[in-house]
């Protein structure tokens, strides 16, 4: 994610659902964010796994195969390095341009399996590494961000992020916490 304070609020908004959707597929708020903080914890990043899984308190996160080390460091410097707003494919004769070709190559078909350890909880959910636009333009994938890398307090902010109104007139009008409190 590029600035999450520079996002205009219809994406803001867009991006609060689709986190609530995710956080009420695992069993809420609370279990979701007990996830993200148990992966912060982890003195290796989750995702060099021997056996392509991840336990927490709540559930467990699976993958189809091993990523090494190397692509894991590269895609951690990626998310921190983000220009040409947040496009992942280098430009041909970059320097790396053969290594992050493979780790997109090795990365983009993988599949996330999130789930709860109760099934009362929720079905949980399934999430893609990357959001490829057409054959020159792949972002990171949102939720990916938000599960792996983000700091849990933009993370938060995403949580809180405007609140729909509807007036008397049933138009929608979008409202960000701060202007809730104030009103």
């Known amino acids: 994610m590029i600035s999450y304070n520079s996002l205009d609020d219809l994406t803001k908004q867009n991006l609060k659902k689709e986190i609530n959707d995710c956080a009420l597929a695992l069993g809420g708020k609370n279990h979701f964010l007990h996830l993200l903080e148990e992966i912060r914890k982890e003195r290796h990043h989750?995702?060099?796994?021997?056996?392509?899984?991840?336990?927490f308190s709540y559930g467990t996160v699976?993958?189809?195969?091993v990523i090494f080390k190397d692509k894991v460091h590269l895609l951690i410097k990626m998310t921190k390095d983000r220009e040409n707003n947040g496009n992942l494919m280098p430009k041909k004769g970059d320097r790396k341009y053969k290594t992050v070709m493979?780790?997109?190559r090795t990365l983009g078909p993988m599949k996330f399996e999130i789930r709860p350890k109760n099934i009362k909880d929720g079905d949980g959910f399934n999430l893609h590494p990357f959001d490829i636009i057409d054959e020159n333009t792949s972002h990171l994938n949102f939720m990916f961000d938000i599960v792996f890398f983000l700091p849990i307090h933009i993370v938060k902010q995403v949580f809180n992020g405007p609140i729909i109104k509807i007036n008397k007139n049933h138009q929608h009008s979008i409202v960000t916490l701060d202007e809730e409190r104030r009103g």
């Open 46 to 55: 989750p995702l060099m796994a021997k056996n392509s899984s991840f336990r």
């Open 62 to 65: 699976k993958w189809g195969k």
């Open 102 to 104: 493979n780790l997109l």
